[in-house]
């Protein structure tokens, strides 16, 4: 090969192509390229390619592959001096794993935009059951990247008649993010029931705009009509409108604006309401902010509210800012948060700093230190409170020891009326653990603990000081082993003593005993006991009175039915546990029915009884019911009967009962998107209720 020929070849990306083809029938052209050397690959029945005007023709099953991109047609033109490549016919175009079918597409291999007609894409994404399908006349943008469908449709129904679907003059679609509308008009059933300017459907978090105004009544609001409204900027700017028209409340309108800078993301929320209860203005600003600032991450909360009612005229502020920083061997993290009420011209304000630094000192060593300060001003004065705590851990053979010492520091000396902190300080501790090791002989693990420190605690009744050793032994594993069952030990001892003369020894077991009989049936038996002598000064390292329980559980399983049976005996308060028998019955595909009774011997009755059932009918029909009966007051109820239509696998009808409220509900969703329920309901004493997928106030 001559070198202008090389020259030829790196004139552009595609020019491999025909020096793939040509590699692939060389006793034609009588040209050869080492294949792992061409980044394109050409793949066709047959081409044809003009050396003078640089145009290669290929037809027939051509692939066409390049880094990440792969595209697939029947036919395919590529102008060399350019890198575009038009290729048509039942055309498959793949950027990155995603694809979008066509009847033919305009590419360039060097900008990676592309153009594709009759387009036809599927997205998916965390909150989506399913896919979200796109189909539209024109598709162009950067694949893999943003892109832009014009004439387009959007539906997540499988049929090609979809029973509810979208059609917009132009939607764009951020990958992984979310499908932004521009005068989008609602489908259900072959009807259009609605056209907005802007609408958003998010892949990947829980949020939409209200498809309808939500009208209703609330004691506290009175009929109201609330809107919910999204708009798009660009990829890095949206957010909601929301305008709240309330008969008692008032008026309130604002906007929630969620924002990506460079290094950063975060989200605004205005709200102004003419609160007419108190005869004033309430406005409310939160801003949600997280910054990335080379090694360091940056977050900031703010959340202010002021009233401006002569009545009761307030303002309440709080903040809080975290920064973090990671390095190879040591990281820092710092907590923030102050907050300050205004009533009436009184005032109080709150401050708290916490401070986090770990620190690997050796292999084998680390440490970290932890300093909590606060300060509370108010009309008693001013308070301050300062916590600090160092940890140093060590990784020795077969062991760990650390060494803790926290305390407190009052910067004040007191000063402030209400300064009593009950507080434990350990001045410092030792401890010393030995890895879990294996009984000889046995399957059984212990554990040996053993610790040494001097602590410091304000009771009510005063302080305590004291020093305290600390010595407890952990043993658990299976004692005995057969082919149809075993017996298995969890046990703790531990003794302490104080430097005041108090001595207290604590002991915790369970032991368990399980029996198979056969494929079908399991038993086990239970005993727990816990109990403890002596006393310690300390409250925080109290344990619980003693404890003698043991139980017996009994499981029947079957390929469709589990059932089990539980009682017990309270050996304190000796008295039997209640009896619980319980079953999981499926006798076909899409059928779940389950139920439960409880029978109290100390009632001498039947306690409760609970009975739940979720069953398929068909593939378009489901019927789901939970009701239960209570002993105590000899009524059952019914918590929830609700009945399901599906309607194409794709939109969903339900008509719920709610017993405890005397609610009716009929809901509506799309099934890829079970989060998005919009519902009209009629209360007890008739009133109207609404509700649709709402984004709270943060």
């Not at 990155?96 to 009759?118: C, E, H, M, P, W």
């Not at 739940?612 to 009918?617: E, G, H, P, Y």
């Amino acid at each position: 090969m001559t070198g202008a020929a090389r020259r030829r070849r790196r004139r552009g990306v595609l020019a491999v192509i025909l020096a793939t083809g040509c590699a692939i029938a060389a006793a034609a052209s009588g040209l050869a390229y080492a294949q792992d050397e061409i980044p394109v690959t050409l793949r066709a029945k047959t081409f044809q390619y003009n050396r003078t005007t640089k145009i290669l023709t290929a037809s027939g099953d051509v692939v066409v592959t390049y880094q990440d991109v792969a595209i697939r047609a029947d036919r395919l033109r590529a102008d060399l001096s350019t890198n575009e490549v038009h290729a048509e016919g039942n055309v498959v175009i793949e950027v990155g794993g995603r694809k979008v079918r066509g009847a033919a597409v305009d590419y360039n291999l060097t900008s990676r935009r592309g153009r594709i007609s009759q387009a036809a894409a599927d997205y998916t994404g965390p909150m989506v059951l399913g896919a979200v399908h796109l189909r539209a006349e024109v598709v162009e943008g950067v694949l893999g990247g943003t892109t832009r469908a014009r004439m387009a449709s959007c539906t997540t129904c499988e049929s090609p008649s979809p029973v509810a679907y979208l059609i917009a003059r132009e939607f764009t679609v951020y990958p992984n993010d979310k499908i932004v509308g521009r005068q989008v008009s609602v489908w259900i059933g072959g009807r259009r029931i609605l056209t907005w300017p802007y609408f958003v459907i998010f892949i990947r978090e829980p949020r939409a705009s209200r498809l309808l105004p939500v009208v209703g009544y609330s004691q506290y609001e009175g009929y109201y009509v609330k809107t919910f409204y999204s708009y798009s900027i660009n990829e890095n700017h949206y957010g909601y409108l929301r305008l709240d028209l309330m008969e008692k409340l008032g008026t309130g309108i604002g906007v929630e604006h969620t924002y990506r800078l460079q290094g950063g993301n975060g989200n605004l929320f205005l709200y102004r309401l003419d609160n007419r209860q108190i005869g004033g203005v309430d406005s409310r600003i939160v801003l949600n902010h997280q910054q990335q600032l080379g090694d360091v991450s940056a977050h900031l909360y703010t959340d202010f509210l002021s009233r401006t009612s002569p009545l009761a005229p307030s303002t309440d502020w709080y903040t809080a800012m975290d920064l973090y920083y990671r390095g190879p061997v040591s990281s820092t993290t710092l907590y923030q948060t102050y907050a300050r009420s205004d009533f009436f011209g009184f005032s109080s304000t709150s401050y708290s700093n916490r401070v986090i630094h770990t620190q690997q000192l050796t292999p084998a060593l680390s440490a970290e230190v932890v300093a909590d300060f606060s300060r509370v001003s108010g009309a008693l004065g001013t308070n301050d409170e300062l916590f600090p705590r160092l940890t140093l851990y060590y990784r020795g053979a077969g062991y760990t020891a650390s060494l803790v010492a926290e305390g407190r520091i009052d910067p004040d000396g007191d000063a402030f009326l209400g300064d009593v902190v009950f507080t434990t300080e350990r001045l410092p501790e030792l401890t010393v653990a030995l890895d879990p090791r294996l009984v000889p002989g046995t399957r059984l693990f212990y554990q040996l603990q053993a610790s040494l420190g001097r602590y410091r605690e304000m009771q009510f009744t005063g302080t305590v000081d004291a020093i305290r050793s600390d010595v407890s032994a952990t043993i658990s594993g299976p004692l005995l082993l057969s082919d149809r069952g075993y017996l298995a030990l969890r046990a703790q001892v531990r003794g302490s003593y104080y430097s005041t003369g108090d001595a207290r020894a604590f002991l915790s077991s369970r032991v368990d005993y399980t029996r198979t009989f056969s494929d079908d049936w399991q038993a086990q038996v239970g005993v727990t006991y816990q109990d403890q002598a002596g006393r310690t000064p300390f409250t925080f390292d109290q344990t619980f009175g003693r404890v003698a329980t043991s139980d017996v559980t009994l499981t029947y399983r079957r390929p469709n039915l589990l059932a089990t049976l539980q009682g017990g005996y309270d050996g304190v308060a000796g008295r039997p546990i209640p009896v619980v028998a319980r079953a999981q019955f499926s006798p076909r595909q899409g059928w779940s029915i389950a139920t439960a009774l409880s029978y109290d011997p100390a009632l001498g009755g039947l306690s409760r009884a609970e009975i739940a059932f979720d069953i398929q009918l068909s593939p378009l029909w489901q019927v789901v019911y939970y009701g239960f009966y209570d002993g105590t007051t000899g009524q059952a109820y019914t918590d929830r009967l609700t009945i399901t239509r599906t309607w194409q696998d794709c939109l969903a009808t339900a008509l719920t009962y709610r017993g405890f409220t005397q609610e009716v509900w009929l809901e509506a969703w799309l099934t890829a998107l079970p989060w998005a329920r919009g519902r009209v309901g009629i209360g007890p004493q008739g009133t109207v209720l609404v509700d649709q997928p709402w984004l709270g106030q943060p």
